[in-house]
């Protein structure tokens, strides 16, 4: 593929950061060398001696002697050599990535990160974006200083519809990609695996076509998928695009967050390496590279279970967030029938309820909700021109079983206060 159209003018720019490239060399030699390259600090003046971490299955490790040194030290932009190698495994484990061009990996302070630097990468102001109804608020707040063009896609229980994205695509032909002054789309951007904000799960045979639709248009996909680990159907994974890109037209979001902590900020993008490299180049003068500290305790957590042992983890995972996604409906049907409605999340955190009879959720959720000691995130933060919706993203990770019930009716409580106040 020929990416000059997907990348703005700052991308296309940069080049590489001379250290940076330089103290990626000397990594990768197999021979000893002196190094009176980098500015790095000597590891003898730091003060730690030992990290020592404790798993709850009693898996013990420590850092210490120079595996301490390496995860204290900087390292090469793209993230700690070994962890690439290690996450390079895992994606072909998991997808098989099938693109006949060369992929790589970046390591990033989670998707977030990742997202913003391609976005960074590939936007110009006033540029169409395609994507769903409602997006992940974090995309939404990267992407006003832009003030793109948002296509909505609509959507379903089943996710993304593919009859509706080829009507947005409706005014332009795919000969148009050729013109680069008349304005077409370049990027699709999905979460296509338990939505944020709507928890929906795109099918495999839509992925399929709006694959084949973005093969005729030229698009590129941006995948977002923090929550592929935590599918509550087990036996069999939603396939994911990168698993059907024979072009190199996928840049893969993945995360830790959700299965490892939130807390470590470690993601990866897994794309074509002519991207990837923009990236990379990215990485090198602004964060230099995602924390060694973090991706240091990451591999040696991978190691030890190996690739099973992760699978075996994350299933864990999914059957807690299943466990608690079936209270929160639980007390959904107790206490909000005949106020509320939604969809049934199959994987995710998150159940998206539209209030019946509201044009507006803002003031409820942001007004009258916390004066109950509750909080939702209204719908309008997943629009970009911050338009009325009635809709409510509640979260239900966290909460216990008497908080939700407890919450749930205070929530059904201030929803009809809100329609008495509003005479509905």
């Given at each position: 593929?020929?990416y000059?159209?997907f990348?703005?003018?700052?991308?296309?720019?940069?080049?590489?950061?001379?250290?940076?490239?330089?103290?990626?060399?000397?990594?990768?030699?197999?021979?000893?060398?002196?190094?009176?390259?980098?500015?790095?600090?000597?590891?003898e003046?730091f003060?730690f001696?030992?990290?020592?971490?404790e798993?709850k299955?009693?898996?013990?490790?420590?850092?210490k002697g120079?595996?301490?040194?390496e995860?204290?030290?900087?390292?090469?932009?793209?993230?700690?050599p070994?962890?690439?190698?290690?996450?390079?495994?895992?994606?072909i484990?998991?997808h098989?990535?099938?693109?006949?061009?060369?992929w790589s990996?970046?390591?990033?302070?989670?998707?977030?990160?990742?997202?913003?630097?391609?976005?960074?990468?590939?936007?110009?102001?006033?540029?169409?974006?395609?994507g769903?109804e409602?997006l992940?608020?974090?995309?939404?707040?990267?992407?006003?200083?832009?003030?793109?063009?948002?296509?909505?896609?609509k959507?379903d229980?089943?996710?993304?519809?593919?009859?509706?994205l080829?009507?947005?695509?409706?005014?332009w032909?795919?000969?148009?990609?050729r013109?680069?002054v008349n304005?077409?789309?370049k990027l699709?951007?999905i979460?296509p695996t338990g939505?944020?904000?709507?928890g929906?799960?795109?099918?495999a045979?839509?992925?399929?076509?709006?694959?084949?639709i973005?093969?005729?248009y030229?698009l590129?996909?941006?995948?977002?998928d923090?929550?592929?680990?935590?599918?509550f159907?087990?036996?069999k994974?939603a396939?994911s695009?990168l698993?059907?890109?024979?072009?190199?037209?996928?840049?893969?979001?993945?995360?830790?967050?959700?299965?490892?902590s939130g807390g470590?900020?470690?993601?990866?993008?897994?794309?074509?390496?002519?991207?990837i490299q923009?990236?990379v180049f990215?990485?090198q003068?602004?964060q230099?590279?995602?924390?060694t500290?973090?991706?240091?305790?990451?591999?040696?957590?991978l190691?030890?279970?190996g690739?099973?042992g992760?699978?075996?983890?994350?299933?864990?995972?999914?059957?807690?967030?299943?466990?608690?996604r079936?209270?929160m409906l639980?007390y959904?049907?107790?206490w909000?029938?005949g106020?509320?409605e939604y969809?049934?999340?199959?994987c995710?955190?998150f159940?998206?309820?539209?209030?019946?009879?509201?044009?507006?959720?803002?003031h409820l959720?942001?007004?009258?909700?916390p004066?109950?000691?509750?909080s939702?995130?209204?719908?309008?933060t997943?629009?970009?021109?911050?338009?009325?919706?009635p809709f409510?993203r509640i979260?239900?990770?966290?909460?216990?079983?008497?908080q939700?019930?407890?919450?749930?009716q205070?929530l059904?409580?201030?929803?009809?206060?809100?329609?008495q106040?509003?005479?509905i």
């Open positions: 593929m020929d000059t159209r990348l703005n003018e700052l991308s296309a720019n940069r080049k590489p950061f001379l250290l940076r490239e330089l103290i990626k060399r000397n990594l990768a030699s197999t021979v000893p060398i002196t190094n009176f390259c980098n500015g790095s600090p000597n590891a003046t003060p001696k030992t990290i020592s971490v798993l299955d009693g898996v013990n490790f420590a850092l120079s595996k301490l040194t995860a204290l030290q900087y390292t090469q932009s793209e993230g700690l070994k962890l690439i190698k290690l996450l390079t495994d895992y994606q484990e998991l098989h990535p099938p693109m006949k061009c060369e990996i970046i390591i990033t302070a989670g998707c977030q990160d990742g997202l913003s630097k391609a976005f960074e990468m590939m936007l110009n102001r006033g540029d169409y974006v395609i769903e409602f992940y608020s974090g995309v939404i707040s990267t992407l006003k200083p832009y003030n793109v063009k948002h296509i909505k896609v959507g229980k089943d996710g993304m519809r593919p009859d509706s080829r009507d947005v695509l409706g005014k032909s795919p000969e148009d990609v013109n680069k304005g077409i789309p699709l951007y979460v939505g944020n904000p709507v929906t799960t795109t099918s045979e839509r992925r399929k076509e709006i694959y084949k973005a093969q005729q030229d590129l996909i941006l995948e977002d923090p929550y592929y680990f935590i599918q159907h087990q036996n994974k396939e695009f698993s059907m890109d024979v072009d190199g037209r996928v840049l893969r979001f993945d995360s830790f967050s959700k299965i490892l470590m900020r470690l993601g990866f993008v897994t794309g074509p390496k002519p991207l923009k990236l990215h990485m003068v602004s230099i590279h995602t924390s500290i973090t991706q240091a305790i990451a591999y040696e957590i190691s030890i279970w690739f099973d992760f699978n075996k983890y994350a299933q864990r995972t999914a059957l807690f967030y299943k466990k608690q079936d209270l639980h959904a049907k107790k909000l029938t106020l509320v969809n049934v999340p199959d995710g955190l159940l998206w309820i539209r209030v019946l009879g509201l044009k507006d959720t803002n959720a942001i007004n009258r909700c004066k109950k000691q509750i939702f995130l209204p719908g309008s997943s629009t970009i021109d911050d338009s009325p919706t409510l979260t239900f990770s966290i909460p216990n079983e008497d939700m019930n407890e919450g749930f205070k059904a409580d201030a929803i009809r206060e809100e329609l106040e509003h005479k």
